[in-house]
């Protein structure tokens, strides 16, 4: 929606945003695009098997291009250096916010306004000196004089130069020695593929548009609660990005739909909206070489409505080059799930106004894929329940120092168990699972440590949907044994299963 980023990566930018490919499901980036205008490759992506990470917190991630100085090719540093001395000398003219129309009618009135200056001070002069000659204090010549170099001066003086100008809280002017500001002109630069002056002038225009829309301001602004349900922010990826969840079905609401979309003015607040929503990431990232500086965009297409909403195309095109312009370089990936088909129809019509960088970073994911998709890049227990993650709303029971989420993988046709230990008396053993696309028969038991105690069923057997969500279940124990977790595949596919627990004090409870 860098909607790119909501870049063109938000909300309606990213129901817009396609591939060239109309009907080809993109998993993983093909391409990237060389910042000295050579095309690189990124090789495929190995068989299905070898892509399944052994450990779910190891899974293998995008890369990402450095904004450390060392790693930039020297033609992408030269540029950099170039962007800096235009970007010095424009603070310094007090020419930042010049546009270019204003530029050439000042540079046109200049000239006979000098001709006529120097036609009056001649005329000024002559009486004077002929006064001089004829007086011998000349002293109305002296103080003409003294008047005119007082003039002079005043008009020699510099203007006040703003040097706290300030892009995402982020110092623009160079010599001041901010490491985040080369970042930031990177990303300007990246985006017009290292063309300085259009990467110039795309600074120049964002500034400009940040000054006349009030944009810093949106953040402090109110919007109706209800959209809040179509865009938040919830989580990090497995590199930190902060990742913000677009959910286009709450638009199915006949009454949310108007509210959002059915005025122009609607249609101008709900931008705003998306300004702000974009505005709450950037506080969320880390603008200094080697840290954040980018988020994850997630898409849910299910149940949205379609192209022929009028109202919603509007916007799309308005989100599509106000954010892609304004907000360069600021979403890593944008991610596509539950895609309809009209998405692939509609991608020829919006393909043509992305640029190939922004296309670059779409991942597509067909509904029966959604869950797989997404693990790849965040790990379960940031991945949202709905999602098939093991985040749930404020939930305190797990938490970062509980250890990470376990993987096992069921070959088709067989059965494996997963025994938690339970040892304490009186405590209370409590866990998540899940198993990607179900189809297996799935039972929980405890079992005592004590052969000559009798095995306690938890959950019967039963054999589980494809849209089963995850599960979380707890038992407390009257003596030491372990639960017994069994899961019997029997379908023609090999099933992935994640899964987590924590034993807890019942006092805890």
Same mark, same amino acid.
């Given at each position: 929606m860098t909607v790119e980023p909501v870049a063109a990566t938000q909300m309606a930018t990213d129901v817009a945003a396609p591939q060239d490919e109309a009907k080809k499901v993109v998993e993983e980036t093909k391409e990237v695009i060389d910042q000295c205008g050579e095309e690189a490759k990124?090789?495929?992506?190995?068989?299905?098997?070898?892509?399944? %990470? /052994?450990?779910? #917190? /190891?899974?293998?991630?995008? $890369?990402?291009e450095s904004y450390f100085l060392s790693d930039l090719k020297e033609c992408e540093r030269k540029a950099l250096n170039e962007l800096r001395s235009k970007l010095e000398d424009a603070i310094l003219g007090n020419a930042l916010f010049e546009k270019p129309e204003e530029k050439k009618k000042s540079k046109k009135e200049e000239a006979p306004c000098d001709e006529n200056?120097?036609?009056?001070?001649?005329?000024?002069?002559?009486?004077?000196? #002929?006064?001089?000659?004829?007086?011998? @204090?000349?002293?109305?010549?002296?103080?003409?004089?003294?008047?005119?170099?007082?003039?002079? #001066?005043?008009?020699?003086?510099?203007?006040?130069?703003?040097?706290?100008?300030?892009?995402?809280?982020?110092?623009?002017?160079p010599s001041k020695g901010a490491e985040e500001t080369n970042v930031v002109l990177l990303k300007f630069l990246r985006a017009r593929e290292f063309k300085v002056n259009d990467a110039f002038e795309m600074l120049k225009k964002t500034l400009r548009w940040r000054k006349e829309s009030g944009a810093d301001a949106a953040l402090g602004e109110e919007f109706d609660p209800e959209l809040s349900s179509a865009a938040y922010w919830d989580g990090t990826d497995r590199d930190g990005h902060p990742v913000c969840y677009n959910v286009y079905g709450v638009f199915r609401n006949e009454?949310?739909? *108007?509210?959002?979309?059915?005025?122009? #003015?609607? *249609?101008? $607040?709900?931008?705003?909206? $998306? !300004?702000?929503?974009?505005?709450?990431?950037?506080?969320k990232l880390d603008l200094k070489p080697g840290g954040v500086s980018s988020m994850l965009q997630i898409n849910?297409?299910?149940?949205? %409505? @379609? %192209? +022929?909403? /009028?109202?919603? *195309?509007? +916007?799309?095109?308005?989100?599509?080059?106000?954010l892609q312009d304004n907000y360069p370089e600021l979403?890593? *990936?944008?991610?596509?799930?539950?895609?309809?088909?009209? =998405? =692939?129809?509609?991608?020829?019509?919006?393909? %043509?106004?992305?640029?190939?960088?922004t296309k670059s970073k779409f991942v597509v994911a067909r509904p029966g894929k959604v869950t797989k998709t997404l693990l790849k890049y965040i790990p379960a227990a940031e991945l949202p329940v709905q999602y098939g993650g093991f985040k749930r709303e404020k939930d305190f029971e797990f938490s970062s120092e509980d250890g990470s989420v376990s993987e096992l993988t069921v070959k088709a046709g067989s059965t494996e168990t997963i025994e938690l230990p339970i040892e304490e008396t009186g405590n209370t053993l409590l866990w998540d699972l899940t198993v990607m696309g179900w189809e297996v028969s =799935? /039972?929980?038991?405890? !079992?005592?440590?004590?052969?000559?105690? =009798?095995?306690?069923? !938890?959950?019967?057997?039963?054999?589980?949907?494809?849209?089963?969500?995850?599960?979380?279940? +707890?038992?407390r124990n009257n003596e030491p044994g372990k639960v017994v977790l069994t899961i019997e595949n029997v379908s023609t596919k090999k099933k992935r299963v994640l899964y987590r627990y924590k034993n807890k004090k019942c006092s805890s409870f």
């Amino acid at each position: 929606m860098t909607v790119e980023p909501v870049a063109a990566t938000q909300m309606a930018t990213d129901v817009a945003a396609p591939q060239d490919e109309a009907k080809k499901v993109v998993e993983e980036t093909k391409e990237v695009i060389d910042q000295c205008g050579e095309e690189a490759k990124v090789p495929e992506d190995e068989a299905e098997a070898a892509a399944e %990470p /052994k450990a779910v #917190e /190891k899974s293998s991630s995008y $890369r990402e291009e450095s904004y450390f100085l060392s790693d930039l090719k020297e033609c992408e540093r030269k540029a950099l250096n170039e962007l800096r001395s235009k970007l010095e000398d424009a603070i310094l003219g007090n020419a930042l916010f010049e546009k270019p129309e204003e530029k050439k009618k000042s540079k046109k009135e200049e000239a006979p306004c000098d001709e006529n200056a120097e036609k009056e001070k001649e005329a000024e002069k002559a009486p004077c000196d #002929e006064e001089a000659e004829k007086e011998e @204090g000349g002293g109305d010549c002296e103080e003409a004089k003294q008047e005119e170099e007082k003039n002079e #001066e005043e008009e020699g003086k510099c203007v006040e130069v703003d040097g706290e100008i300030a892009l995402w809280g982020v110092p623009l002017l160079p010599s001041k020695g901010a490491e985040e500001t080369n970042v930031v002109l990177l990303k300007f630069l990246r985006a017009r593929e290292f063309k300085v002056n259009d990467a110039f002038e795309m600074l120049k225009k964002t500034l400009r548009w940040r000054k006349e829309s009030g944009a810093d301001a949106a953040l402090g602004e109110e919007f109706d609660p209800e959209l809040s349900s179509a865009a938040y922010w919830d989580g990090t990826d497995r590199d930190g990005h902060p990742v913000c969840y677009n959910v286009y079905g709450v638009f199915r609401n006949e009454g949310l739909y *108007r509210k959002a979309f059915g005025t122009e #003015e609607n *249609r101008d $607040r709900f931008l705003r909206w $998306r !300004v702000q929503l974009m505005e709450q990431g950037i506080k969320k990232l880390d603008l200094k070489p080697g840290g954040v500086s980018s988020m994850l965009q997630i898409n849910d297409l299910k149940n949205s %409505p @379609g %192209p +022929t909403k /009028k109202d919603l *195309r509007i +916007t799309t095109q308005r989100a599509i080059d106000l954010l892609q312009d304004n907000y360069p370089e600021l979403v890593a *990936r944008n991610i596509f799930i539950h895609v309809p088909f009209w =998405y =692939y129809a509609l991608n020829a019509l919006v393909s %043509p106004f992305l640029t190939q960088r922004t296309k670059s970073k779409f991942v597509v994911a067909r509904p029966g894929k959604v869950t797989k998709t997404l693990l790849k890049y965040i790990p379960a227990a940031e991945l949202p329940v709905q999602y098939g993650g093991f985040k749930r709303e404020k939930d305190f029971e797990f938490s970062s120092e509980d250890g990470s989420v376990s993987e096992l993988t069921v070959k088709a046709g067989s059965t494996e168990t997963i025994e938690l230990p339970i040892e304490e008396t009186g405590n209370t053993l409590l866990w998540d699972l899940t198993v990607m696309g179900w189809e297996v028969s =799935y /039972k929980e038991e405890f !079992v005592p440590s004590d052969e000559g105690s =009798y095995t306690v069923i !938890v959950r019967k057997g039963k054999k589980m949907a494809p849209n089963q969500g995850p599960i979380r279940n +707890t038992f407390r124990n009257n003596e030491p044994g372990k639960v017994v977790l069994t899961i019997e595949n029997v379908s023609t596919k090999k099933k992935r299963v994640l899964y987590r627990y924590k034993n807890k004090k019942c006092s805890s409870f």
